[in-house]
């Protein structure tokens, strides 16, 4: 190709592309005398190849054989990711045409390039067994995956090697060549001194007596061997990440003896090395001028103090490509300077007995070249790979927009390249210009250049720190952070780093210590201070301890860490000054505190809290946050002095208006709170009772029942022991009465408002112990037959009346239950004794029955200590059963039903003496009457004698006369009766003579009361 006057050619030359181009002056080809045409020559930066041996090399430093294979492969520019994607995918389809399972390596699918290559490679190396030990063959395994990793990097050169191919050359203009390769494209730049003087050194043509100890050193290190200079560098780099304790000039010495850097040279060798820095003459000097070349930016536009960096206001015109080549550059440049560096500590080390002599300015600003370099190094060698993206659309979609684009060959998932960190920072740059210009001004607005000593940390880097951190390349901001002194900013950066990968303990000791860097008693020098200040938000000025807390406790909330939230935020409360507004500090850290589940902590800030309006709205809030998380037992610990109203209140309200099938249960909760206070009555008495009234218009069908009829009866028992507790005469409790038009059962409780709840206002309900106790026996009746006759659940009506429920217990035999419930309810118990004096027949005929199982009248702790047989056991339960329930106030109608019974079923035995003995002490006129109308003629007049003898008492004298006459009616009843018989019974004539004498008896007081 021509341009202008200048021929350009492009040639391949051992897989790489060569540009070679001379001037063309025709005129002087006329001249006998012109001599030839200068060729000049320009192909890529010497690059190592990554062949068996150079691998071998980098496998000496630590590390595993993977992670180093990877950081080899991955280096921006050794492989392009369309090389990788092929080398990949052709070390995949060779996998699994293997015989065998393929590993699920294989078949899975990757984010990103380089976790694809990290597992697919090495996964079909098994780690065998020993066949006769059985011991793990560790170093066939460590050998047979160092192989396949080498095939898989053979495998990428020769996919790179096809993709570097050269095409055709391009140019836009004399000074601006473009080489087209397959599948890429590069461009002709100027070398900087360090490219320029690497370059003469490697091919040892530097001729500059100037440079004449770079040229020295870089002779010493290949004397040295690869083996010595891979020692020697992982020294050096591991002296950059710490801090010293002692002068360089120790620490270089004792490096130097460890190593044996003068050992490894022949006698030879040393005395030519000798003969050639005495040449250089003055070592200080030519030192000086080599760190000068190292660090020399030629290109970088300079600007005067006063005029206006206009570039930062414009937005970057490089292009992708063009940026691209910009990295390639500045890690070309960066790996040249950082070779020379170690060159010249590879001479400190080998002149490390004469460095005592030596300026110790000029040490340290070597070594911090050696940093500076080797910090770039380390971030030019790191990729930026992006994630692979899903493809959204369906297939069809996909192939249509393929064959618009014409890309029809390209993979479904597209390839991610993986770009470098170098390319995203340059992107961040608005500096215009050529290549070198940008590249030049990107190394020098870093800063790692301009050090001159170790022990300090200048503004520029750790600010170039901070952008890493902003990219979020955490790791690699805490390696060069490792790599400066532990000044304010720089711990400032780092523990913002180890607050964003998750190591929060790390990042808030580090913001406590730091702590005393602000301030206006703080000992920062003035370039720490604006070093520190460049790093903090625009918004926050940050003049005192008080301040920087803040500002600490704001950065951890937005990463939402309570816990160290908190801790920063009660440190700004100790050092608040005292007109300050603390009220949002507090409430942070009580707020805090129960997020933290720490609720003594809480409970501690809240009570110190000097906030009343504040304090008494947390205390609610802690409290029912204490609740919803199940540690009541905590809460009932707390005394809340002074503010306790607060916490009832809460309390009562959602235990008057939260559903009480929900958790937690408030009215469990204020429950256990009265009691523990000793409010028996409108406080713990009421709640339960409350709870359970809210159950039972909650339970509408069986399914509501089942689940919650257990918890309703149980809220009635705690509701009778807590009321119990209280004084006899003040065993109630007082409830609001709501208006029928909110009585509307649901699914949910009724809202009782706060103004209806009070005792104080109308329409009140007072509710007494009985009540309660009454449906708390009727509830616990209906459970018990429910739970014996679960065939109840399938009728609508399955909560029998107190009427059938006590039939229904009658029918389970359970009447010892049916007598308390019907006991308790104030039903009639005719029919029950009925039952009962029926069962107690049935045994006395059959003495060999045996009561039922499920019986809980003869089976009960005292009715199985009683002697003789069932039959008396069962007639002993009736007598007490009548003693305990009948009486005057009855009439004694359960007596005369029993008996009656008897009669009407078992005529053949006589009554119980025991229960005829009751009828004639109270009712003998109905014993009488009862023998008359079962046809117990003999019976009858025997009553009706004993009742004739009893009148003739003085006690029945001055009985009415009513009364009289109706015993007299009775009386000629029995005689007649008895007259009538056949036979009539012996007792028949004394009782006329007795009633005879009775008349007698009465004519004569008739005449004289007359």
Avoid at 269 to 296: E, K, M, N, V, Y
Avoid at 487 to 513: C, H, M, N, P, Y
């Amino acid at each position: 190709m021509v341009v202008g006057n200048t021929l350009v050619t492009l040639w391949e030359t051992q897989g790489r592309s060569t540009v070679e181009k001379t001037n063309l002056d025709f005129e002087a080809y006329d001249q006998k005398d012109v001599q030839p045409a200068i060729w000049k020559t320009a192909s890529y930066a010497q690059e190592p190849e990554l062949t068996p041996s150079y691998m071998e090399e980098r496998l000496l430093s630590p590390g595993s054989l993977t992670e180093k294979f990877l950081e080899a492969v991955f280096q921006p520019g050794v492989f392009s990711s369309l090389s990788l994607r092929a080398a990949i995918d052709q070390y995949t389809d060779a996998c699994l045409t293997l015989p065998g399972a393929p590993p699920p390596q294989l078949l899975a699918t990757y984010s990103t390039l380089c976790e694809n290559v990290a597992a697919v490679v090495g996964c079909t190396v098994i780690l065998n067994r020993d066949s006769q030990s059985g011991a793990f063959q560790y170093g066939n395994y460590w050998t047979a995956l160092k192989r396949d990793w080498e095939g898989f990097v053979a495998r990428c050169r020769e996919v790179e090697r096809s993709a570097r191919w050269p095409l055709v050359l391009g140019s836009r203009g004399p000074d601006d060549v473009i080489v087209i390769e397959r599948e890429r494209a590069g461009s002709l730049v100027i070398e900087d001194m360090a490219i320029y003087l690497q370059r003469l050194i490697e091919s040892d043509h530097l001729t500059d007596a100037s440079f004449d100890i770079l040229a020295v050193s870089g002779v010493l290190r290949q004397k040295l061997g690869p083996e010595l200079m891979s020692n020697l560098e992982g020294r050096a780099t591991d002296l950059i990440h710490q801090e010293f304790g002692f002068s360089l000039v120790d620490i270089l010495q004792d490096q130097a003896n460890k190593l044996q850097v003068l050992e490894t040279l022949d006698e030879g060798s040393a005395s030519w090395f000798a003969g050639r820095l005495q040449s250089i003459g003055d070592l200080d000097r030519a030192t000086r001028a080599a760190i000068d070349a190292i660090g020399s930016l030629d290109y970088v536009v300079k600007r005067e103090d006063d005029e206006a960096d206009l570039s930062t206001l414009l937005p970057s015109t490089q292009s992708d490509w063009a940026r691209g080549l910009t990295a390639r550059y500045t890690a070309i440049s960066v790996e040249a300077r950082y070779q020379l560096s170690l060159s010249l500590i590879t001479l400190l080390l080998y002149l490390s007995n004469d460095l005592p002599q030596w300026d110790v300015s000029l040490i340290a600003e070597v070594f911090a070249v050696f940093k500076g370099t080797a910090m770039l190094r380390y971030v030019s060698q790191q990729p930026a790979e992006r994630p692979i993206k899903e493809v959204e659309g369906s297939f069809d979609d996909d192939v249509v927009s393929r064959m618009r684009n014409m890309d029809v060959s390209h993979n479904r998932i597209p390839s991610s390249a993986p770009t470098s960190l170098v390319y995203l920072l340059l992107a961040q740059s608005s500096t215009i210009g050529g290549i070198p210009v940008i590249a030049h001004t990107f190394l020098d607005n870093s800063g790692l250049l301009q050090s001159v000593s170790p022990s300090y940390a200048t503004k520029f880097e750790v600010v170039f720190c901070e952008r890493l951190r902003l990219l979020k390349f955490y790791d690699v901001a805490r390696e060069l952070l490792s790599c400066l002194p532990r000044t304010s900013s720089a711990i400032f950066v780092l523990a913002q780093v180890w607050l964003q990968i998750g190591r929060f303990d790390e990042a808030a000791q580090l913001f406590e210590k730091l702590a005393g860097s602000f301030g206006p008693d703080n000992a920062l020098s003035p370039d720490d201070i604006e070093a520190l200040t460049s790093l903090l938000p625009a918004a926050h000025s940050i003049q005192s301890h008080f301040a920087y807390y803040l500002f600490v406790s704001e950065l951890f909330k937005t990463h939402m860490l309570t816990r160290y939230e908190v801790q920063f935020a009660q440190l700004a409360i100790s050092t608040a000054p005292p007109s300050t507004d603390t009220s949002s500090l507090w409430a942070t850290v009580t707020k805090g505190f129960a997020d933290l589940g720490l609720y003594e902590e809480a409970y501690a800030a809240l009570m110190t809290m000097p906030y009343e309006k504040q304090k008494r709205e947390f205390a609610g809030q802690l409290a029912l946050r204490m609740c919803e998380e199940n540690a009541v037992a905590k809460l009932m610990t707390f005394d809340f002095a002074g503010i306790s109203e607060e916490v009832e209140s809460i309390l009562s309200f959602k235990a008057r208006n939260v559903d009480p099938r929900l958790q937690p249960s408030y009215s469990k909760i204020l429950y256990t709170w009265y009691i523990q206070r000793g409010e028996y009555r409108n406080a713990a008495a009421l709640v339960m009772y409350q709870r359970a009234i809210k159950l039972q218009e909650i339970i509408t069908n069986v399914q509501l029942f089942i689940s919650f009829g257990e918890e309703q009866l149980d809220s009635y028992s705690i509701a009778i022991n807590a009321l119990i507790l209280v004084d006899e005469n003040s065993q109630w409790v007082i409830l609001p009465v709501v208006g029928d038009s909110a009585r509307k059962r649901g699914t949910s409780s009724k809202y009782i408002p706060e103004s209806k709840f009070t005792s104080s206002k109308y329409e009140t309900q007072v509710v007494h112990l009985a009540d309660i106790q009454r449906q708390h026996t009727l509830l616990s009746a209906q459970i018990a037959i429910i739970k014996r006759s679960p065939e109840l659940l399938n009728s609508p009506e399955f909560l029998l009346p107190p009427s059938v429920l006590v039939l229904r217990l009658v029918h389970l035999n359970l009447f010892s239950q049916a007598l308390t419930v019907a006991n308790a309810l104030k039903v009639d118990m005719t029919d029950l004794f009925t039952n009962l004096t029926a069962q107690c027949i049935r045994l006395s005929k059959n003495s060999e029955i045996s009561p039922p199982v499920d019986s809980d009248w003869l089976l009960t702790d005292s009715s199985i200590t009683w002697s003789g047989s069932t039959a008396d056991r069962a007639w002993r339960f009736l007598r007490q059963s009548l003693e305990r329930h009948d009486g005057a106030e009855t009439d004694h109608r359960y007596t005369k039903a029993c008996l009656e019974t008897i009669i009407s079923l078992d005529r053949s035995s006589p009554p119980p003496p025991w229960l005829l003995q009751i009828i004639q002490n109270h009712h003998p006129e109905y014993l009488i009457r009862l023998s008359l109308r079962y046809e117990n003629i003999e019976d009858a007049v025997s009553y009706m004698l004993d009742l004739v003898k009893k009148v003739r008492a003085p006690s029945f004298i001055n009985y009415p006369r009513n009364s009289e006459l109706k015993r007299m009616l009775v009386w000629y009843q029995v005689i007649v009766a008895a007259s009538s018989l056949p036979k009539p019974p012996l007792l028949l004539s004394q009782l006329r003579n007795e009633i005879a004498n009775r008349m007698k008896r009465v004519q004569k007081l008739s005449h004289a009361s007359a």
